[in-house]
């Protein structure tokens, strides 16, 4: 069986857990996701990047802020300790539009996954085939360079043609990878079968 890498924009990834979860109110799984995909795709996950940032903090942390923090530390916490899996953190940046509405944006992590990306030939020289979770057009540029290296990308993501739909995906990322996937709810939720090496 082939192996594959998985790199995935936590960011994006949360937000399509939380609307399936939404859906149906069904819990959703994480870890188990990454395990599905590599069963429907007949691959062996070597190994699996997860790029998100922590939850904002003001000067003073909010009792919201800190039960946020709190539950990501735990959450990275277990994911630190498992060898095949490695955690790379932006930061959280706290916007107010004109109308002093907040928003909130992960930063840095999309420069994160292009490093790591640009580096899997030295650490995995053996991979040409690598799973990217993700919806941001930024990943076109290295989606083409590594295309030319004769890497096969293959784009796993979540989208909506509906007006003031918070889930769109760039056209351009959906023609340059090497072949896209959509998400579905079935993705998220627990299958019988176990990877291979069971490292999932």
């Not at 799984?29 to 939850?55: G, M």
């Not at 923090?69 to 959450?75: A, L, T």
């Not at 992960?106 to 650490?123: N, P, R, T």
């Amino acid at each position: 069986m082939e192996d594959t890498l998985i790199f995935v924009d936590d960011g994006f990834f949360g937000l399509v857990k939380k609307y399936f979860q939404k859906e149906n109110s069904k819990p959703k799984k994480y870890l188990q996701t990454f395990r599905n995909i590599c069963i429907k795709e007949n691959l062996n996950l070597n190994h699996l990047y997860i790029y998100t940032a922590p939850p904002y903090q003001s000067s003073k942390p909010t009792e919201k802020e800190d039960f946020l923090m709190s539950r990501y530390q735990s959450m990275t916490k277990m994911l630190r300790r498992k060898k095949w899996i490695t955690l790379r953190e932006g930061r959280c940046q706290k916007i107010v539009d004109r109308n002093d509405e907040i928003a909130f944006s992960q930063k840095g992590v999309d420069a994160l996954i292009i490093l790591d990306i640009y580096d899997i030939k030295e650490h995995y020289p053996h991979v040409k085939k690598i799973i990217l979770i993700a919806s941001d057009s930024d990943f076109v540029p290295v989606i083409e360079r590594m295309k030319q290296k004769g890497y096969e990308i293959v784009l796993y993501t979540y989208f909506e043609r509906k007006r003031s739909s918070r889930f769109s995906t760039s056209n351009h990322l959906l023609k340059v990878a090497s072949r896209w996937v959509k998400l579905k709810a079935i993705d998220f939720e627990d299958r019988k079968n176990k990877s291979p090496d069971g490292v999932l």
